[in-house]
């Protein structure tokens, strides 16, 4: 039984993943003078856990080495350009991950400055470094680092200090502040700022991390409220048409202008994935409702289009990955939903089966791909074309494979905490309801936008130009 009184299903006897021919130790991988040789993985009836977990360590080193934010003049929490401030807080979220899964904390205090030196003045993840360009979905993805801190039982900052589900409680409310019923009858827009481009755009991405975070401070806490409005975003998502049924495809979003009939039809795998966790967390919650579990076995039927049809159940960003059009935040979404299909297993054990296969074959290929650089171990991007490296190297690539490796260990940890099943983060349920966050079209002063993808914007028009007719656009 887990913490939620749920039968876990038993270990499968054959794990089909090992990792082999690590000749060197890897205390010379953190000393750093000479690193490992690469990780293989193999098809086999044999998975001694500690293979994997270093695997594991092996990718979050080489991701750990484009970060900069731990150096002299640097800025804690922020990797360089060209990654955006919100896959920063991706990245920490994984590091959170890798601690849980591997009990290895050589990247505890890095990741704990980072999740607190950028909280901002509100303890809200309105930092003033980056208040100016930040979107909804940015703020949530920190969001959901600290809210992984919290059920991963990470450990506690200092008491002085901001705790990580107050920080949740924070991201939460201070977006439920900024529901617009003006345009597309509700649902949060893109960006928080007027003068931001993309302030007249609500997606799914923005939506979805509300939704995902409502679900589990639900279950952390056991306050209904936060139940209400996953159900409430859920609903409005599905009525919009950013979900569509009976397929369960989620769209990337629409314009207000139009009231969000001009729905993009563009499909980004961290869509179904962060709204799967959030299912399961209402799964979890509501004592196994139909309703929820329904809509979990069709967003992982949904899933299917995230997997190669050449290559069995090998994971693949169907939008980008064939026709080499993804961009430096494309090509970590993988991260996200390895992350997310694990951590289902545990809220929803019935989807154990459907997901672990896919989870050990896309680790296996992704091990094959982490054959490139100087070092011969750099992780390339597209999984699906086994031991011949791509060419393709970043944060991303990475941390997407660290997460689908570390994600072939969800049976040896134990299930999410709750304020009543050993969670010991404090809370503040009023917090995120006060200073920036209340009013923010109130703000005058101009900052140009970036232009960056974030949410995975592509315009409908540029869209078909470059793509036209492709398959995964459904109308």
Request: proline share 5%.
């Amino acid at each position: 039984m887990d913490h939620y009184g749920h039968a876990l299903r038993p270990p499968a006897r054959r794990c089909y993943l090992e990792v082999s021919n690590i000749s060197k130790d890897l205390s010379d991988l953190e000393e750093g003078p000479d690193a490992p040789e690469r990780p293989m993985l193999t098809k086999t009836s044999y998975c001694p856990i500690e293979s994997i977990k270093s695997a594991a360590k092996i990718a979050a080193y080489d991701m750990m080495k484009f970060y900069t934010g731990n150096r002299t003049g640097d800025v804690p929490g922020n990797l360089p350009p060209p990654y955006y401030w919100w896959e920063a807080g991706a990245m920490f979220g994984s590091l959170v991950d890798y601690y849980y899964y591997t009990n290895d904390s050589q990247y505890n205090d890095v990741t704990t400055q980072a999740l607190l030196f950028q909280v901002g003045p509100n303890r809200d993840y309105m930092t003033p470094n980056q208040t100016k360009t930040e979107g909804n979905d940015d703020q949530g993805f920190w969001g959901l680092a600290v809210m992984s801190a919290a059920e991963q039982r990470f450990p506690d900052p200092p008491a002085e200090q901001p705790q990580w589900l107050s920080l949740a409680q924070a991201v939460f409310n201070s977006q439920a502040l900024r529901w617009d019923t003006q345009f597309c009858k509700g649902g949060l827009r893109w960006q928080i700022f007027t003068f931001n481009t993309g302030y007249d755009y609500k997606n799914t991405i923005s939506n979805g991390a509300f939704f995902n975070l409502g679900a589990r401070l639900a279950k952390y806490t056991g306050n209904q409220t936060y139940a209400d409005w996953a159900e409430k975003t859920w609903d409005w998502s599905e009525s919009v048409g950013f979900i569509k049924l009976p397929e369960y495809y989620f769209y990337d979003g629409g314009h207000t202008a139009l009231n969000c009939t001009d729905i993009n039809r563009i499909q980004w795998s961290y869509n179904p994935g962060i709204f799967l966790l959030g299912a399961a967390h209402m799964y979890n919650y509501t004592d196994g409702s139909e309703k929820w579990r329904t809509r979990i076995e069709g967003i992982l039927n949904g899933t299917n289009l995230f997997f190669s049809p050449d290559v069995t159940d090998v994971m693949y960003e169907v939008a980008c990955e064939g026709p080499g059009t993804c961009n430096t935040d494309n090509k970590s979404f993988k991260a996200y939903l390895s992350r997310w299909m694990a951590a289902t297993t545990k809220l929803a054990p019935f989807t154990y089966d459907f997901i672990m296969p896919k989870l050990r074959a896309s680790a296996a290929a992704a091990a094959l791909q982490c054959s490139g650089g100087t070092n011969g171990r750099t992780c390339g991007l597209r999984w699906t074309e086994g031991a011949k490296y791509d060419g393709s190297t970043g944060v991303g690539e990475q941390m997407s494979a660290m997460e689908v490796f570390q994600s072939n260990l969800i049976t040896k940890v134990e299930a999410p905490v709750t304020n009543n099943t050993g969670g010991t983060s404090k809370g503040d349920p009023s917090a995120g309801t006060g200073g920036t966050s209340r009013q923010p079209g109130l703000a005058t002063n101009s900052v140009t936008k970036k232009d960056r993808v974030g949410a995975g914007i592509l315009t409908t028009l540029v869209l078909m130009g470059v793509v036209g007719g492709a398959w995964w656009i459904v109308a």
